[in-house]
């Protein structure tokens, strides 16, 4: 009986990942490049925002899918706004579209970031989950919002890291929906960025 209930609870872990599974990683790439990635997992986790104004409503829709709470764009905006508006959201409507939902008992937390840090936004990718980013656009005078996913950095002899380029998930996209950005590029742009912890 020990023996069939150890089988089912390890067949279990083996088949229906937990978040404690997902964690990311730094994976040197050739000496002298790293990239700091979250887990494969969110490959299965990608969705295209459903109206013009939702892009923060899939990026939300993403990362909570990748934590392992499955909700539809549609409730997300419905959470914030009320209904189903096709609204853009600032910094706050993110936070609260993504705080306080539980997933496997544990709370899920979201917090707006005041520091374009480098090394804060690489611990996060590694420790915790994607990152929500919203970066200026020349065709939008709101930005849009993206997830990242990536970021590659080079290393000197005294452990400093001087990032180089990410990768992010762009939700407007068709097809492929992962685009490579210069880091200084990123950087400028930046205009918005929440992470998220599970306590």
């Excluded at 997992?41 to 899918?65: E, I, K, P, S």
């Excluded at 705080?99 to 544990?106: A, E, K, L, P």
């Excluded at 400093?160 to 762009?170: F, L, Y």
Aim: glycine content about 6%; aromatic content about 10%; proline content about 3%.
């Amino acid at each position: 009986m020990k023996v069939k209930c150890l089988t089912i609870i390890l067949m279990c872990c083996l088949f229906f990942p937990i978040y404690g599974q997902r964690k990311g990683s730094i994976v040197n790439i050739d000496g002298s490049i790293s990239v700091a990635m979250i887990n494969g997992y969110f490959d299965y986790c990608h969705h295209r925002q459903l109206n013009d104004n939702w892009c923060w409503a899939a990026c939300v829709q993403m990362v909570l899918d990748y934590l392992g709470v499955e909700v539809t764009q549609s409730k997300i905006v419905n959470r914030v706004y009320g209904d189903t508006y096709d609204l853009t959201a600032n910094r706050s409507d993110i936070v609260n579209a993504i705080d306080r939902w539980y997933v496997n008992g544990s709370l899920i937390r979201a917090k707006y970031e005041t520091r374009k840090n480098a090394k804060t936004l690489i611990d996060n990718l590694v420790s915790h989950s994607p990152i929500i980013i919203g970066l200026d656009e020349r065709y939008s005078p709101v930005g849009h919002a993206y997830v990242l996913t990536h970021i590659f950095f080079k290393r000197d002899s005294m452990g400093n890291m001087t990032p180089v380029r990410v990768v992010v998930v762009d939700p407007a996209q068709n097809g492929d929906m992962e685009t490579s950005l210069d880091w200084s590029v990123f950087y400028q742009k930046i205009n918005t960025i929440i992470t998220i912890t599970i306590s």
